[in-house]
């Protein structure tokens, strides 16, 4: 189970090595993601907070990476954080997440990324339920819902 020093050493230190790597040029990505998605995955952007139904949907699943389909998180680890952005405890694999230093808009805050296609996912705060004491913070038009079973 990851907790904060876990991701303050990927930040500093280097993150873990995926288990695949997708690379497209801006020009593909921009052919293949909506607007929206586009904004948000590869443009780093935010989308509004309550902005999304899926902050309230916790029936079970896996949420993949929107640009990718890289398996990211499980309903298992979802919570209701009140964030007004789908909530989480930790990935599904430690390797399917990166994690980079973000200084922009006067804040120190940890960035999450898909590990395998560098899509923008959103933050990662030390302020979460216990045992992990993690909230990652998510943008819904980053996640692709897949049903289990």
């Known amino acids: 189970m990851l907790n904060w020093n876990d991701i303050i050493k990927f930040t500093n230190?280097?993150?873990p090595v995926p288990p695949r790597r997708i690379e497209k040029s801006d020009l593909?990505?921009?052919?293949?993601?909506?607007p929206d998605v586009y904004f948000i995955t590869r443009g780093k952007g935010t989308e509004p907070a309550h902005s999304s139904d899926m902050c309230g949907l916790f029936e079970p699943g896996r949420y993949a990476c929107i640009c990718c389909e890289t398996p990211l998180f499980d309903s298992a680890e979802k919570f209701?954080?009140?964030?007004?952005?789908?909530s989480f405890t930790q990935p599904i694999a430690i390797e399917n997440t990166a994690y980079n230093k973000d200084s922009s808009y006067g804040m120190i805050r940890v960035e999450v990324t898909c590990n395998v296609c560098d899509a923008h996912l959103g933050h990662v705060f030390p302020d979460g339920p216990e045992p992990s004491g993690l909230r990652y913070c998510i943008n819904a038009l980053a996640l692709n819902k897949i049903e289990v079973g």
């Open 13 to 15: 230190h280097g993150n």
């Open 28 to 34: 593909e990505w921009k052919e293949l993601l909506s």
């Open 80 to 86: 209701h954080s009140s964030s007004g952005w789908p």
